[in-house]
Nanobody, 123 residues
Framework: QEQLVESGGGLVQAGGSLRLSCAASGRTFSRYSMAWFRQALGKEREFVAAVTWTGSTTYYADSVKGRFTISRDNAKNTVYLQMNNLKPEDSAVYYC????????????????WGQGTQVTVSS
């Protein structure tokens, strides 16, 4: 059974950093595009970042450019999201997603999803 499991969320002060991890199991996701999305309370899910299966090309939402970095380690079947200079508006549940094609900035095109990890940034 394919599974994506996020970890690394937590409570951090504004200006701080967190690194999220998404561990894939059940199949080899090394040839899959991977992405991070987030959903704040009362808001729609939004795209954060994506990476091609080779890891050579990355995409970011304007709101996180220069602060967040997506990367992957295909040997470990894991994708990461390094988040620096966090702001209160970054508070949300962060989800990992994967698909054989893409990457896309629209969540409806992703086949596999994790359960999410909460990130809370205090001011």
């Amino acid at each position: 059974q394919e599974q994506l499991v996020e970890s690394g969320g937590g409570l951090v002060q504004a200006g701080g950093s967190l690194r999220l991890s998404c561990a894939a199991s059940g199949r080899t996701f090394s040839r899959y595009s991977m992405a991070w999305f987030r959903q704040a309370l009362g808001k729609e899910r939004e795209f954060v970042a994506a990476v091609t299966w080779t890891g050579s090309t990355t995409y970011y939402a304007d709101s996180v450019k220069g602060r967040f970095t997506i990367s992957r380690d295909n040997a470990k079947n894991t994708v990461y999201l390094q988040m620096n200079n966090l702001k209160p508006e970054d508070s949300a549940v962060y989800y990992c997603a994967a698909d054989e094609r893409g990457p896309y900035d629209n969540g409806k095109f992703y086949t596999y999803w994790g359960q999410g990890t909460q990130v809370t940034v205090s001011s």
